[in-house]
């Protein structure tokens, strides 16, 4: 019988370090993936002084830039953390360089069918420049612009990653000076779909970044 219970008692403890063990080398995930695994440093900088801090004689890129480029980036990639969020930016870059999109980020970012709003629609005396238009939904480019949803950036720490990113590849191209990690890619994907264009003629897989997949035209 004392056996029988030392023999318990001893399996037990085991069983108890083996738990620990597993805790000690094998820790919890990050709520958050970081593809870097360095925690960067922001400072938030106004278009005029990181012109003035990249050494930049000409504004080349403007507040709406930042801003469009700083949206993109957080509902495309804050979850793949400083690496992800890079380089789904160089696409847009990309894109922006390509005679086949428009040569504006804004206008790359917001590329896609519209449809006019009926408030300015059925008034034909609204001129141009007045008359409102919406994207046309889950037609855009970038699937966040019109997938219907609020685009309201909560996470503040994502925010300032990204404004800093977006202002580090803006004067770097301004100086034509950007790496491209992503070797002149043009289109990416999630690992959780298969688009159809994936496929097509011409198109090369070129890397992983976090849970993104990127191309290029061959």
């Known amino acids: 019988m004392l056996r029988i219970l030392s023999f318990t008692v001893n399996s037990l403890t085991l069983i108890g370090l083996m738990i620990v063990g597993l805790f000690m080398f094998y820790p919890s995930p990050p709520t958050a993936a970081d593809t870097t695994g360095v925690e960067p440093t922001i400072q938030i900088l106004d278009v005029a002084e990181a012109i003035e801090n990249a050494e930049i004689d000409v504004q080349l890129y403007s507040q709406d830039d930042v801003n469009c480029l700083t949206e993109n980036m957080y509902f495309e990639a804050r979850s793949d953390g400083y690496a992800g969020m890079y380089a789904t930016s160089m696409v847009v870059m990309n894109r922006v360089l390509d005679d086949r999109y428009p040569n504006s980020v804004c206008e790359v970012i917001k590329q896609g069918p519209v449809r006019e709003s009926w408030k ?99």
């Open 120 to 218: 300015t629609r059925d008034n034909p005396n609204v001129a141009q420049e007045h008359r409102v238009f919406y994207p046309v939904r889950n037609q855009c480019q970038f699937s966040w612009y019109c997938d219907g949803k609020a685009d309201n950036m909560y996470d503040q720490d994502s925010v300032n990653v990204a404004t800093e990113i977006a202002h580090i590849i803006l004067s770097d191209f301004a100086k034509n000076g950007a790496i491209d990690i992503t070797e002149g890619a043009t289109h990416y994907h999630t690992t959780n779909v298969s688009p159809y264009w994936a496929n097509s003629r011409g198109m090369m897989k070129v890397t992983t970044v976090g849970t993104h997949i990127f191309y290029k035209w061959n």
